[in-house]
Nanobody, 116 residues
Framework: VQLQASGGGSVQPGGSLRLSCAAS????????MGWYRQAPGKQRELVAT???????NYADSVKGRFTISRDDAKNTVYLQMNNLKPEDTADYYC???????????WGKGTQVTVSS
């Protein structure tokens, strides 16, 4: 599975951004898609996931502010980020787990900067 992320940028605190992740290749085998992020000097952390059945899961730090969704017709997963905070500044990575063994594929990161 190939993943192409887009939608990062710079925004002031309290602002919003929407990240997109377009999947191609063996998309029929995708079980779960999601987003991780990595801030400078920190470990990569899970942000949100969505299953093929549209069940979602969020990190506590983003609950109530971020929403993950999917458009199967476009093979795309979105991360709507509202009320952004400086601590949300990071490189965001799209991931997909596929097949019987949940093989994980990563997209290239897209940078999100929240600053006044």
């Amino acid at each position: 599975v190939q993943l192409q992320a887009s939608g990062g940028g710079s925004v002031q605190p309290g602002g919003s951004l929407r990240l997109s992740c377009a999947a191609s290749g063996s998309i029929f085998s995708i079980n779960v898609m999601g987003w991780y992020r990595q801030a400078p000097g920190k470990q990569r952390e899970l942000v949100a996931t969505i299953t093929s059945g549209a069940s979602t899961n969020y990190a506590d730090s983003v609950k109530g502010r971020f929403t993950i969704s999917r458009d199967d017709a476009k093979n795309t997963v979105y991360l709507q980020m509202n009320n952004l905070k400086p601590e949300d500044t990071a490189d965001y990575y799209c991931v997909a787990n596929s097949g019987r063994y949940n093989v994980r594929d990563w997209g290239k990161g897209t940078q999100v900067t929240v600053s006044s």
